[in-house]
């Protein structure tokens, strides 16, 4: 019958199924049952709450309903304290187990794979902790056109500490960053340390050590950072750096002719994105240069193809080739720029 009511009844006293409510309350209001009644429950006996009546033993009686609270709230203290019990054996056996020392770091386990920084001083302490460790190569992307002194003072310990210890150094820019004189007098301070090249546009910022941990932007405001260990994520901005760099000018090389008087390099990037649908203010962006400088970049163009609208303006980039479908930029001849059929 015990196993019966395990199976069939699996509660206590405090939660009575609804067959055994209707037999218990009918046994406290008549003073008690007949056995055959409590046959359908037998949970009632095996939880001690009807027991049979001495006097005859077809009947049961049953226990009053205080000394079954009592029974309960005993159990229920009882249960709290085993619980503390085994609280307490826990809280001991992890300050034992702590208490013999870390675990030995694993060689591929340095870090977790991503871990996000918040704040600058977080992020200097991090870059800090991975020049210190680094000894063979240091790859960075630098967007944003001209280097302000700040930024280029603000990493001038990391770079000076790598170059004492024989690191290469090789930096991304944009072609932009060729005018800014902190930028020169940097590389000429680091010699043969570091090796710079620039492109139209480059990647959002990035600083790899050894092939290991890279540093890319969290933000957009650049206060937050994300440390990358994982060895397949690192390996691909790797990957993305030397296309990138094999694409790139080197800073002391002169930047390529365009082939059309009167447009330089520059201009033939903003007209190439302009006729990608691109607006001045993302134009600006993706060069390193400011909305203003690039809308005079647009009117010098405006004004060297004959274009007097942005809709003309990009009919001539077209046809003058700078729009990069036609290989390298076609000149406009005179009678070209004056033609009725383009404007």
Do not use: K
Not at 27 to 34: D, E, I, K, N, S
Not at 65 to 91: F, I, K
Not at 92 to 118: C, K, N, W
């Amino acid at each position: 019958m015990a196993g019966h009511g395990t199976d069939g009844h699996p509660h206590g006293a405090d939660r009575l199924c609804e067959a055994g409510d209707r037999v218990y309350s009918r046994a406290v209001r008549r003073g008690r049952v007949p056995r055959r009644d409590a046959e359908p429950v037998p949970c009632l006996l095996e939880l001690a709450l009807l027991h049979p009546d001495p006097d005859d033993m077809d009947w049961l009686v049953p226990t009053s309903p205080q000394e079954v609270m009592t029974r309960l709230l005993r159990g229920m203290y009882d249960e709290v304290n085993a619980s503390r019990r085994r609280v307490g054996a826990a809280v001991e056996a992890f300050e034992r187990y702590a208490g013999l020392g870390t675990l030995p770091a694993s060689p591929s386990a340095e870090g977790p794979a991503i871990r996000v920084l918040d704040g600058l001083a977080r992020i200097q302490a991090a870059m800090d902790e991975a020049t210190q460790a680094c000894t063979r190569e240091v790859l960075t992307v630098q967007p944003g056109g001209i280097r302000r002194e700040a930024e280029l003072s603000e990493g001038m310990h990391r770079a000076t500490a790598l170059r004492g210890r024989g690191v290469r150094m090789r930096d991304l820019y944009t072609h932009v960053a060729r005018h800014g004189h902190g930028l020169l007098s940097y590389l000429e301070l680091m010699g043969d340390a570091v090796e710079a090249r620039t492109l139209d546009e480059v990647i959002e910022r990035l600083i790899l050590f050894d092939r290991t941990v890279a540093f890319i932007p969290a933000n957009a405001e650049r206060t937050m950072a994300l440390e990358l260990r994982h060895p397949a994520l690192v390996e691909y901005l790797g990957t993305v750096f030397e296309r990138l760099w094999r694409l790139a000018i080197p800073l002391t090389a002169p930047l390529p002719d365009t082939g059309i008087e009167g447009i330089s390099h520059r201009e033939q990037s903003i007209a190439a994105l302009l006729a990608e649908g691109h607006q001045d203010a993302v134009i600006a962006e993706r060069l390193g240069i400011s909305v203003r400088t690039c809308r005079a970049h647009i009117a010098r163009l405006s004004e060297t193809l004959g274009a007097v609208s942005r809709t003309q303006l990009g009919v001539r980039i077209a046809q003058a080739g700078l729009d990069g479908s036609q290989g390298r930029p076609t000149p406009l001849t005179a009678a070209d720029r004056g033609s009725p059929s383009v404007r």
